[in-house]
């Protein structure tokens, strides 16, 4: 049976920080193939890159890459829906191949707070990369026993290289004209370039 893991997010944009725990936990689970799935815009959060820029920058940062695909699964709906949906959409999609939902280690401490969790825990396992800020292994341990006592989630841990970055990191540094070559692959800082992305306040 083949395995392919799945990998939300905003994406605003994407970074190597992404890019390379996907690569890395590919190789880790031995997963055959990663789905990224940019998110469509959230109503609590002010984005002004639409969803259809997000996507597209994703594209063109894991164009050079066979085994990375995107799925406009959020991008393209209407409504917004609950991961749980979206999950099991996939799974109807990729229904011979067993499905993994990565994440980065802060996204593990936000999970208690997302709609239908306990649904969600049931349709599919987690695999969180940890996340360099995040290296207190207590507090990862009781994390992770309250979401397996309280909602039966299945999760694993695994170590990936530390890549300290984030999208709101990025953005901030775009907006300040510094650098971000080496940072975010080089087709989407001329995407962004082009397209005057992240210069103004919102
Ligand atoms: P923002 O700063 O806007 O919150 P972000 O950089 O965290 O953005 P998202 O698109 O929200 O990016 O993240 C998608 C997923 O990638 C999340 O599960 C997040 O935990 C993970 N992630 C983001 N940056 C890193 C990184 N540098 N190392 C490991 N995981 C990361």
Known sequence: MKKYGIFGGTFNPIHYGHLMIC??????LGLDKII?????NPPHK???????????????????????????IETNRIKLSYT????RDLKKIYKDEKL????GLDTLFQLKTWKKIEELSGEIEFVVALRPKYIDIEEINRELKFLRENYGTKVEIIHTP??????TELRDR???????RYLIPEEVVNYIKESGFYKDDL
């Open 84 to 87: 749980v949906d979206t999950v």
């Open 23 to 28: 690569e890395y936990l590919k190789e880790e």
């Open 162 to 167: 530390l890549y300290e970055i984030s999208s």
């Open 46 to 72: 002010d984005l002004d890159v639409s969803a259809r820029a997000r996507y597209e920058m994703v594209k063109l940062a894991i164009s050079s890459n066979p085994t990375f695909e995107i799925t406009d």
């Open 36 to 40: 990224f799935i940019p998110t469509g």
């Open 100 to 103: 993994f939902f990565l994440i």
């Open 174 to 180: 775009i907006k300040e004209e510094k650098s971000v």
